[in-house]
RNA sequence: GGCCCUAUCGUCUAUCGGCUAGGACACAUCCUUCUCAAGGAUGGAAGCAGAGUUCGAUUCUCUGUAGGGUCACCA
């Protein structure tokens, strides 16, 4: 293998969904690697026994691969797997004195007041500077961080420790990882120097925040990947908003595939500050994929979202209305609601407003139910060809309105060529005389 | 509170010292249109404050202010 290739690293612990953050870190992580034709590896932290969780572990490695993001290692190794390598570590750092067990009292939780055996790393209370991608040189000084502890006891190593080890021995270059892992960054650089480890190159992302500036969380909406898909948006199009979100190329393109994002990604062109999660735009980039995808495209990826006898004429009406999958169902009993049972109405809604009374309605409604009579064919074609010369006569609100509103019993509907086609010639008619009897 | 990071329209952002500060989302108006949606056009909307460097600062430096992150025998 190349020495200079390009490793980062995808290692969430499995302590929940996949949430909208973690997913930007893996996507940028992916981003990177594929860049810079390197790899990308996706373990599990799972040394908290009590917070990790498999069936976590199933949605996160289910989430990616809906996003599309690829992962090179084999196997997804978990930390707790891997205990007899960060005892080894922890031998020798103690062997060397760079680490030392130390008897302490517990101080919170069922433990309390129990003693425990910690090992503590020997801090030289030095300067620690590093450069990190995006944010420029940051600089620490490590002695508030005093002789921290690095592992429960021999058998229990923490985070700090095992993060490190894994990094080294599974030769990762690059940390490309939320922001809030800057004030983690120099605990690791000295263990990385007490294993002898070479120092990683650091990118650390702004966070995602919620509307009101604070850190995103379930509770301010959907915030995790898997409620994103069960809301019904593309993985294309949310793949896209997150990549633009903190990112750009300096060009006005905001429509990627996930190549051209490959090929476009510049790591140091990322935003320095934290951005907020606007559903609006995320709305607006899924109706753009929506938009792209052909009738059948479209049937496929809606899937279960769709009512299992729906009208394959509905089809391009419910896709051109919709940002997201999700709102299928409100569209159909909304808009759409042609199809069900025609709702009971006010008479006057079928007033055209440029109308003082509903004497001429009643008249148009006579002509409309004449000419649609000795119709045969109801295709939307036909049917327009065959009112339009009525509607040009009569003026197109006077004529089109009452129709529409008298087929659909709604305000708001599609046009009312559409609707006879779809509800076809005995309906369209009893519709018609429906309104017709009423005035 | 200590430490660290950040700061351009409501939101996401462009600008590698020259700006009449550009684009996108959202919003408003208009056009198209029987209605809705889509589409087209137009519009309103921003450099946190103060000092310094400079012929010239949104861009560089400092201070202040604000926001965020982090301070575990969690990860």
Known sequence: MNKNAVITRFPPSPTGFLHIGRARTALFNYLYAKKNEGKMIFRFEDTDLVRSKKEFEKVMEESLVWLGISWDNKVIERQTERLEIYKKYLHKLIAEDKAYVSKEKIEEGEKAGQENEVVRFRNANAKITFTDLILGDITFDTTELGDFIIARNINEPLYHLTVVIDDYEMGVTHIIRGADGISNTPRQILLQQGIGAQKPLYAHLPLILAPDKSKLSGRKG?????????????????????????????????????????????????????????????????????????????????????????SPKLLPLIKEKINYFGEIQPTLDGELSFVQPLPSYQKESLKWKQESDLVNTKEYLKKIIETLSTQTDFSKESVKSAIWPLAEDKGKGNILWPMRFALSGKEKSPDPFIISEILGKEETLRRLNFAYELL
């Open 222 to 310: 959907a915030a995790s990947v898997t409620d994103l898909k069960k809301l019904g948006y593309l993985p294309e199009a949310l793949i896209n908003y997150l990549t633009l979100l903190g990112w750009n190329p300096g060009t006005e393109q905001e429509l990627f595939s996930i190549e051209e994002l490959i090929q476009t990604f510049d790591i140091s062109k990322v935003q320095k500050s934290g951005a907020i999660f606007n559903v609006e735009k995320l709305n607006w980039f899924n109706k753009q994929y929506i938009s792209k995808m052909s009738l059948d495209q479209f049937a496929k990826a809606a899937g279960d979202f769709l009512p299992q006898t729906i």
